[in-house]
């Protein structure tokens, strides 16, 4: 099963799968569900009672983090906070436990952040307190911004920050795989602060439900309310678009994300025309024929630009193909804070404060 088929099924978009209505393919989930939970409840309970011990390291540790998989934001989230950081007097490292792929490159989530913090080390390591380690040692870090770190809870953090995307915010409700949800909404009682992603997407009412659900959680939760901005367009031979010139455009798009609507979504409010789109699985790994295949259909429906996600960009810059028409490009897209930041900020900044110099 894809995981766009898979995602049909648990949010009821699909009456049915393979014959069976997907309201028995959920129940089905939900029983399967129940081993899951409990190993996340018990292994939560031993943490959170010092039964299990949390590495402490001489660093301050700031987590990233989700409640669901998919694609709520939390990759953009560090981009913001490694960028805050930089006005920082603080040496910064990001821990991430993506993969390398062959010839040492980076996966699509750690090139991303390479590629947008330059001046960050991204230390790739699924072990949190090795890659910590490096990071310190290698690196000289002060503080590590750990990249999807809210559930990996062996690395000591001195500050939870949760990206909870508002168009699916509490994945229907239910864990793996009868929902989104990795573990419990009631986890969010040890988080810090909440930043609501996508807020763009959804009315005022439903923000304000989200919030309040949130608040019910936790009380002294920092909650933030983003959106995800397009920040430009870039072809691939490196020729930067603006982008009110994709207006009125032909356009197919293609991605591999966690939320591939969102990023349908945002093309049309920039005034494209869609005239296709493909969806591949989240860390898909792209062929040139997958490209050449993106290619054609784009050219059959005569689309004037294919536009991909820059995620998927980093996944197929090294292959061959890249040239030729319609010509390809990626929309880059930054979180931007529009309410909450002064909050924020002054959260981080006094988890800093007393740790690094001269803050």
């Given at each position: 099963?894809?995981?766009?088929?898979?995602?049909?099924?648990?949010?009821?978009?699909?009456?049915?799968?393979?014959?069976?209505?997907?309201?028995?393919?959920?129940?089905?989930?939900?029983?399967?569900s129940?081993?899951?939970?409990?190993?996340?409840?018990?292994?939560?309970?031993?943490?959170?009672?010092?039964?299990?011990?949390?590495?402490?390291?001489?660093?301050?540790?700031?987590?990233?983090?989700n409640?669901?998989?998919?694609?709520?934001?939390?990759t953009?989230?560090?981009?913001?906070?490694?960028?805050?950081?930089?006005?920082?007097?603080?040496?910064?490292?990001?821990?991430?436990?993506?993969?390398?792929?062959?010839?040492?490159?980076?996966?699509?989530?750690?090139?991303?952040?390479?590629?947008?913090?330059?001046?960050?080390?991204?230390?790739?390591?699924?072990?949190?307190?090795?890659?910590?380690?490096?990071?310190?040692?290698?690196?000289?870090?002060?503080?590590?911004?750990?990249?999807?770190?809210?559930?990996h809870?062996?690395?000591?953090?001195?500050?939870?920050?949760?990206?909870?995307?508002?168009?699916?915010?509490?994945?229907?409700?239910?864990?793996?795989?009868?929902?989104?949800?990795?573990?419990?909404?009631?986890?969010?009682?040890?988080?810090?602060?909440?930043v609501?992603?996508?807020?763009?997407?959804?009315?005022?009412?439903?923000?304000?439900?989200?919030?309040?659900?949130?608040?019910?959680?936790?009380?002294?939760?920092?909650?933030?309310?983003?959106?995800?901005?397009?920040?430009?367009?870039?072809?691939?031979?490196?020729?930067?678009?603006?982008?009110?010139?994709?207006?009125?455009?032909?356009?197919?798009?293609?991605?591999?994300?966690?939320?591939?609507?969102?990023?349908?979504?945002?093309?049309?409010?920039?005034?494209?025309?869609?005239?296709?789109?493909?969806?591949y699985?989240?860390?898909?790994?792209?062929?040139?024929?997958?490209?050449?295949?993106i290619?054609?259909?784009?050219?059959?429906?005569?689309?004037?630009?294919?536009?991909?996600?820059?995620?998927?960009?980093?996944?197929?810059?090294?292959?061959?193909?890249?040239?030729?028409?319609?010509?390809?490009?990626?929309?880059?897209?930054?979180?931007?804070?529009v309410a909450g930041?002064?909050?924020?900020?002054?959260?981080?900044?006094?988890?800093?404060?007393?740790?690094?110099?001269?803050?």
């Amino acid at each position: 099963m894809s995981y766009r088929t898979y995602l049909s099924v648990i949010s009821e978009e699909a009456t049915s799968f393979c014959g069976i209505p997907s309201r028995t393919a959920i129940r089905v989930f939900t029983v399967l569900s129940w081993p899951y939970s409990v190993v996340v409840r018990v292994r939560n309970h031993l943490y959170s009672t010092g039964r299990l011990k949390a590495h402490k390291v001489n660093a301050t540790v700031l987590s990233v983090g989700n409640l669901t998989t998919g694609g709520t934001g939390k990759t953009p989230l560090a981009v913001w906070l490694c960028r805050l950081l930089r006005e920082r007097p603080a040496r910064c490292a990001i821990l991430t436990r993506g993969y390398k792929m062959q010839g040492g490159e980076l996966s699509d989530e750690p090139a991303l952040l390479a590629a947008q913090c330059p001046d960050t080390a991204v230390i790739v390591n699924p072990d949190r307190v090795a890659g910590a380690a490096e990071a310190i040692q290698s690196h000289g870090a002060q503080v590590l911004v750990m990249d999807d770190g809210f559930q990996h809870r062996r690395l000591a953090r001195d500050l939870d920050i949760v990206a909870i995307d508002a168009t699916v915010p509490f994945g229907y409700g239910r864990l793996l795989p009868a929902g989104l949800l990795r573990e419990p909404i009631t986890s969010l009682r040890r988080a810090h602060a909440v930043v609501l992603t996508r807020c763009d997407q959804v009315s005022d009412n439903a923000l304000q439900q989200i919030e309040e659900t949130v608040r019910r959680m936790n009380r002294d939760l920092v909650i933030v309310r983003s959106i995800h901005a397009p920040a430009g367009l870039k072809t691939s031979d490196g020729t930067e678009i603006g982008l009110e010139e994709i207006r009125g455009k032909r356009l197919y798009a293609f991605c591999g994300i966690g939320n591939p609507r969102s990023f349908f979504r945002m093309i049309e409010r920039l005034g494209g025309v869609p005239v296709g789109s493909k969806v591949y699985d989240d860390h898909c790994r792209y062929t040139t024929d997958d490209l050449g295949q993106i290619r054609t259909e784009a050219a059959g429906r005569e689309a004037a630009m294919i536009l991909t996600t820059q995620k998927d960009w980093t996944k197929t810059s090294q292959l061959a193909g890249l040239g030729g028409y319609p010509p390809l490009a990626y929309l880059a897209v930054d979180l931007q804070i529009v309410a909450g930041a002064s909050e924020l900020t002054a959260l981080i900044d006094r988890v800093l404060s007393g740790r690094i110099p001269s803050l």
